[in-house]
């Protein structure tokens, strides 16, 4: 079981990006997926997560980032991706996808994921 993340880069303030994250080895249907990011001398910290129960998905942001970034998967692609609008220089770290096939507290613990990405840096520039 693998996930691919791709999409980072160098941005300015403002400016967007999407990330992707591929998985492959398994279908991830039913799994919630989840990013992650972590800037340099900090800890890894939840973004966002798309919780999956049938046909509906549940969608979750960290305060931070609510309302500027969008999480969305492509089941028939088994990818997920991340849209980032009006990223800010704070935005700066290695964003990670993450996938659980049982959530057993909150999708914001790193611990419930048992499926990493292996990361994509994004750095935004003031």
């Known amino acids: 079981v693998q996930l691919q993340a791709s999409g980072g880069g160098l941005v300015q303030a403002g400016d967007s990006l999407r990330l992707s994250c591929a998985a492959s080895?398994?279908?991830?249907?039913?799994?919630?997926l989840g990013w992650f990011r972590q800037a340099p001398g900090k800890e890894r910290e939840f973004v966002a997560a798309?919780?999956?129960?049938?046909?509906?998905?549940?969608?979750y942001y960290a305060d931070s980032v609510k309302g500027r970034f969008t999480i969305s998967r492509n089941n028939a692609q088994n990818t997920v991706y991340l849209q980032m609008n009006s990223l800010k220089p704070e935005d700066t770290a290695v964003y990670y996808c993450?996938?659980?096939?049982?959530?057993?507290?909150?999708?914001?613990?790193?611990?419930?994921?048992?499926?990493w990405g292996q990361g994509t840096l994004v750095t935004v520039s003031s």
């Open positions: 080895g398994r279908t991830f249907n039913s799994y919630t």
């Open positions: 993450a996938a659980t096939a049982v959530v057993k507290d909150t999708v914001a613990d790193t611990r419930e994921y048992g499926y």
């Open positions: 798309l919780k999956w129960s049938g046909s509906l998905g549940r969608t």
